[in-house]
């Protein structure tokens, strides 16, 4: 059972939303209509998973990602819009967004994409994922890693297998794709992925998959 927050501005949409996420056994924990009253109740909710349109009547969805991250550093965002412009997309995982799904998506699609945001899996409504993962590249400066000798010399070190689930991570691998290339169970590469997460003192696997790309892992 995941934790859920639904914030959207139309109310026949939320509603919708907030029943199919209680009748698939998930507990919605908040329902919101403005950018600002979901980022004041979020503490007291404690959700695992917003889902938030982007276009909200008070402030952007960008906005609220960033107040959100601000007061609940370890809460997931799925993005759940009508536009798939790149820019927006792009924003909203810069931001800190989880994951980005169009609303033409499918009830079960939508379902599986709540349930690997809380699993700290990036989602993106296909094609999107391509986009997000080149943007990364394109932010890597440099000697082609993003970083100096210097920083990478202080950075943690990682095991040789979690070194191996950062450059599949970095290709943009699901979990499943990760432990059927390495033959490793589903959750011995969570646990993987969340012993590096906790190491590099980062936050989801959006923020990870940027970390590698920048240290060129991800050719």
Known sequence: MV???????????????????AEAGHEVVATSGEGRQAVRVAPAARPDVVVLDLQLPDIS??????????????????????????????????AGATGYLVKSAAPAEFLEAVRRTAAGEPVFTPGLAGLVLGEFRRLATGDGTGRSTAEDDAAPRLTDRETEVLRLVAKGL????????????????????????????????V????YAIERGLDG
Do not use: C, F
């Not at 033959?183 to 989801?204: A, C, F, I, W, Y």
């Open 174 to 205: 699901s979990y499943k794709q990760i432990a059927q290339r390495l033959e490793l169970s589903h959750r011995t590469v969570q646990n993987h992925v969340q012993n590096t997460l906790g190491k590099l003192q980062l936050h989801n696997r």
């Open 207 to 210: 923020e990870l998959t940027r």
């Open 61 to 94: 969805g960008v906005e609220v990602i960033r107040g959100l991250r601000a007061a609940l550093p370890q809460v997931r965002v799925l993005m759940l819009s009508a536009s798939g412009e790149q820019q927006s997309v792009l924003e909203a995982v810069k």
């Open 3 to 21: 934790r859920v927050m639904v914030v959207d501005d139309h109310p026949m949409w939320r509603e919708g939303v907030a029943r199919d996420l």
